[in-house]
C-alpha cells in the first residue's frame, strides 16, 4: 500500500461523486484500515498521506467544498428543506461552519417560508388540507411534520393557521 494506491482510490471515488474534503479524508482513513486489517500491515504510514492528498485534490479542483456545499443547499431546497435540516446535513458531510454560515447568508430571507410552503403543499397540510373539521383535528399533526423537517415553531404556526395560500410558496 503506497501513495499511488490511495490516490487511485481516491480519484475514482471523486470522479464518481461530488464531495467534500473532509468526506474524501474519511473515505480514504476507511479504505486504508479496512485494508490493514484484512493483510495485517500497519496503517500509520499511509494514514499520514491523507491530508497532502486531500490538499492535492482540492488544488487541482476535484474537491471544492463551496461548490459541493451550494450544490446540495440548492437540491435540499428544492425538496423543502429547512435551514437547520440543512446546516446539519452539510456540517455532517464536513463543510465548515463558516462556510455553511456564508451561503445561508446569501439566500434571500423569503426562502425558508418558501420552503415551508412548499412542503404544506406537498404533504396537504394547513391550508391545503381541504375540509376545515379535518383541518382542525390534524392541526398538531401538521405541526409536528413541519417541526421534525426543521421549521421553527412560529413558521410552522404561520403556516398550518393560515386562512389562505400565500401567492409566493410556489
Known amino acids: 500500500m503506497d501513495l499511488a494506491w490511495?490516490?487511485?482510490?481516491?480519484?475514482?471515488?471523486?470522479?464518481?461523486?461530488?464531495?467534500?474534503?473532509?468526506?474524501?479524508?474519511?473515505?480514504?482513513e476507511g479504505k486504508i484500515l479496512e485494508r490493514c486489517e484484512a493483510s495485517g500491515e500497519s496503517p500509520d504510514r499511509v494514514l499520514e498521506m491523507i491530508p497532502a492528498l486531500?490538499?492535492?485534490?482540492?488544488?487541482?479542483?476535484?474537491?471544492?467544498?463551496?461548490?459541493?456545499?451550494?450544490?446540495?443547499?440548492e437540491?435540499?431546497?428544492h425538496r423543502c428543506g429547512s435551514t437547520a435540516q440543512i446546516r446539519a446535513r452539510l456540517m455532517a458531510k464536513g463543510i465548515p461552519e463558516s462556510l455553511i454560515g456564508g451561503l445561508?447568508?446569501?439566500?434571500?430571507?423569503?426562502?425558508?417560508?418558501?420552503a415551508a410552503w412548499k412542503l404544506a403543499r406537498r404533504r396537504r397540510l394547513g391550508p391545503y388540507c381541504g375540509?376545515?373539521?379535518?383541518?382542525?383535528?390534524?392541526?398538531?399533526?401538521?405541526?409536528?411534520v413541519l417541526c421534525r423537517q426543521g421549521f421553527d415553531p412560529d413558521t410552522a404556526r404561520q403556516i398550518v393557521d393560515a386562512d389562505e395560500i400565500r401567492a409566493f410558496e410556489a
Open 104 to 114: 445561508l447568508a446569501e439566500e434571500a430571507p423569503e426562502t425558508e417560508i418558501r
Open 54 to 73: 486531500v490538499t492535492r485534490l482540492v488544488e487541482r479542483g476535484y474537491v471544492d467544498d463551496h461548490h459541493f456545499a451550494a450544490n446540495t443547499l
Open 6 to 28: 490511495l490516490e487511485a482510490r481516491a480519484l475514482r471515488y471523486v470522479a464518481r461523486w461530488e464531495s467534500s474534503a473532509a468526506r474524501v479524508a474519511s473515505l480514504l
Open 131 to 144: 375540509d376545515p373539521a379535518e383541518r382542525q383535528r390534524l392541526r398538531d399533526r401538521h405541526l409536528g
Open 75 to 77: 437540491r435540499q431546497r
